[in-house]
């Protein structure tokens, strides 16, 4: 058992803790206290839990005291694609003092980050050249927040204040370094320097968690993003610590989540960010196999990427070397494929940044089909599965399943057959439907060539507890389908009548 305490003292007019009575491990007693002047109001909400506060009254003056106590907590179960802890811990937190609205909490960033967006001569000759030749403010915008996104390195240099104020635009452009904050200031004061309205916006990211918005509070968030209302459409949404991300596109921790957006004169307004479809988060896998009689074959592969899968998969390619890439590409094919050999590869839409993501790449292997007996046999639910029946095993569930992101998932394989070898079913088709997502497989024989399709596409809705079994069986039956073997044959040819001398 250990026991332990400790006090803090907050020496200006804000409160920023909260406290968690919930660890990874059992909580025998644990009390949270807090000493503050009698004449300032407490606003606080607890999470998980029903718990109210011992209270001391004192008069003006004088310190009142807030007590909260519990007991015997249950450790808290790590379970993968839970919410975030904010969600599920309980916890409690507590709102600064003097914040009353969430108009307060607006007003406050305002005043924090307006004094450091005042543009220099250097700062406005970038934006001068960078939208010369743009013909609208969108064509001026992608600009800016293209150049803000590639040149400005994220580094996080937080002290005190600098936690929430970010610095001042001129130092950031200089340096070319900045966090979250400073990188968004930097974009909205070039943004206003090419004439578009631009505003700051607070955000708790989905690993965050979802703020309490009966809880005004600039600590719920952890994030700043840009947005541009009156540009395109509907408005441009932009974060561009996000390397990955195309101009209009937010990572996916960005998207559909409640945001704070700081108005002209400080005013706050909730809002939402926009949400893509699953069908835009999209990866496609085409493979053409020349197939040999010993089962091994020879493979051209193309893998595109679109949306959240490929600002995912840049943000882990951009700081490689071509080697640590190619090495990364082996451990992939091969996992894909037993025994594969990669012979070249190239990779489109990173440099610069484009949808598609497009790899291609050729390798080999000797193991593409295993022979049995007179007959070989191949899987190809091995190329085009994907690992949540792996993910997803444990028989109780006690935290809903929440995705980073939808997805939908196209493998189309074209095999050359060796001569005269033939599947034992010459077609097939079948498909597996629910809630949580859908599932298709099939192939059919035209001529030497062999052709398979799967076609996978899982929701993004959360998932609760009560529906987690019928959760896992779906996974089941879509495992099921992806394990059936095709079995290659090879035809005998007719031997002639023998004649008689």
Known sequence: IIEYRYQVTVWNLTYWHSWRFQESVPVLHSRFTLSSPAELDVDYRTYGLDVEPQVIDAPTGFNSTYKWEVRNVEPLKSEIGMPSLNEVTKRLALAPIGVKTWDDVSKWYHQLVRPRMQANNKIRDIVAELTEDADSDYEKLRNIYTWVRDQVRYIAVEIGIGGYQPHYVKKVFSNQYGDCKDMVTLLCSMGEEAGIDMYQTLISSQPNGIPDTTLPSQFQFNHVIAY??????????????????????????????????????????????????????????????????????????????????????????????????????????????????????????????????????????????????????????????????????SARREYPIRFQFGMLRDVN?????????????????????????????????????????????????????????????????????????????????????????
């Not at 835009?280 to 010993?294: F, G, H, Y």
């Open 413 to 501: 394989i074209v095999m050359n057959l060796p001569d005269s070898w033939n599947p034992e079913t010459p077609s097939y088709h079948d498909s597996v439907a629910s809630e949580f997502g859908k599932a298709s497989w099939e192939w059919e024989t035209a001529g030497t060539q062999f052709h398979t399709h799967a076609r996978y596409l899982m929701n993004d809705e959360e998932i609760p507890p009560a529906k987690y079994d019928a959760f896992r069986e779906f996974l089941d039956q879509v495992r099921y389908h992806d394990l059936q073997e095709v079995l290659l044959r090879k035809e005998e040819r007719p031997v002639a009548d023998a004649q008689p001398n």
């Open 228 to 393: 541009a209302p009156e540009v395109g459409e509907n408005g441009i949404w932009m974060d561009p610590t996000e390397k990955g991300t195309e101009f209009g596109e937010l990572p996916w921790y960005d998207q559909g989540m409640p945001v704070l957006m700081v108005g002209e004169d400080g005013e706050g307004q909730f809002l939402t960010t926009p949400k893509v479809s699953v069908q835009e988060n999209k990866v496609t896998i085409d493979w053409r196999v020349d197939l040999d009689e010993s089962g091994a074959a020879s493979v051209h592969g193309t893998k595109k990427l679109w949306g959240s899968p490929a600002s995912e998969l840049r943000e882990d390619l951009f700081g490689a070397t071509r080697t640590s890439r190619e090495k990364w590409l082996e451990r992939q094919v091969a996992s894909l494929c037993s025994g594969a050999d990669l012979d070249s590869f190239r990779i489109t839409g990173l440099d610069p940044i484009q949808n598609p993501l497009q790899l291609e790449y050729f390798f080999n292997t000797k193991t593409f089909a295993v022979p049995r007996s007179e007959r070989m046999v191949f899987r190809p639910g091995s190329i085009a599965s994907f690992d949540y029946p792996d993910l997803f095993r």
